[in-house]
C-alpha cells in the first residue's frame, strides 16, 4: 500500500492525503505546485520502493500563482506556528501576531490620504473577493492602513492567508503610498 509522506508544514486530512496520491499520479511536471514530486525523494525516503513522496516546493511566485481553496472546517486543520513561521519568510513585510491564541498575520502601510486608503481596500477587496478568502481590513485615522489575515473557520491560520499575502504583495500600490522622508 502506497503511503504518501509529507513534512510536518501542514496538517491535512485523511481525504487530502488521498487526493494528493491521486494529484500525483497525474502530475505532469508543466505546472508549478506546493508539493513538488521527486523520484529521487520517493527513492531516498522508501529505499527505492514506489511508495509517494512530497517534498516542499514553495516561494513567493508558487504562493501567488496558487488559488486559495474553499474553507471546509472538517478538512481544514489551523497549521503549527513553527510551519507558520517557515512560511512567513516567504511573505516579506508581513507580521505574525498571536492574538488570544489565534495566530493571525498583520501588515500596515500609511498611505497619502483617506480616500487613497480607500482605494487601497478597492485593490484588496477585488484580489480577496476572487480568492473567496477575506481578510480584516482597518483604516485607522485617516492614513494608516492595516490588515489582519487569517482563516476565520478554523480560527488560526491556513495555507489561504498566506496565498492572499503573497497576492497583496503582488499589488501595484506605490501610487497610493506616502513617501519616506530621507534624512538629511
Known amino acids: 500500500m502506497s503511503r504518501l509522506l509529507l513534512p510536518r508544514l501542514f496538517s491535512i486530512s485523511r481525504k487530502q492525503v488521498l487526493a494528493a496520491s491521486s494529484f500525483r499520479n497525474q502530475y505532469d511536471g508543466r505546472h508549478r505546485s506546493f508539493v513538488h514530486w521527486t523520484s529521487a525523494a520517493m527513492s531516498r ?82 484580489i ?14 485617516w492614513n494608516n492602513v492595516k490588515i489582519d489575515i487569517w482563516t476565520h473557520a478554523i480560527g488560526g491560520l491556513t495555507e489561504n492567508d498566506f496565498i492572499l499575502a503573497a497576492k497583496i504583495n503582488e499589488l501595484q500600490v506605490e501610487d497610493l503610498l506616502r513617501k519616506k522622508k530621507v534624512a538629511k
Open 128 to 141: 480577496a473577493e476572487s480568492e473567496g478568502h477575506h481578510p480584516d481590513l482597518h483604516l485607522v485615522g
Open 45 to 126: 525516503a522508501t529505499g527505492g520502493s514506489s511508495a509517494s513522496v512530497a517534498t516542499p516546493f514553495c516561494s513567493l511566485q508558487d504562493l501567488s500563482a496558487k488559488k486559495c481553496v474553499p474553507c471546509n472546517a472538517k478538512d481544514l486543520r489551523a497549521m503549527t506556528e513553527q510551519s507558520a513561521q517557515e512560511l512567513l519568510q516567504k511573505v516579506p513585510g508581513w507580521d505574525m501576531a498571536n492574538d488570544n491564541g489565534t495566530l493571525k498575520l498583520h501588515r500596515s502601510w500609511v498611505v497619502k490620504s483617506f480616500t487613497k486608503g480607500l482605494d487601497f481596500f478597492k485593490r484588496v477587496a477585488d
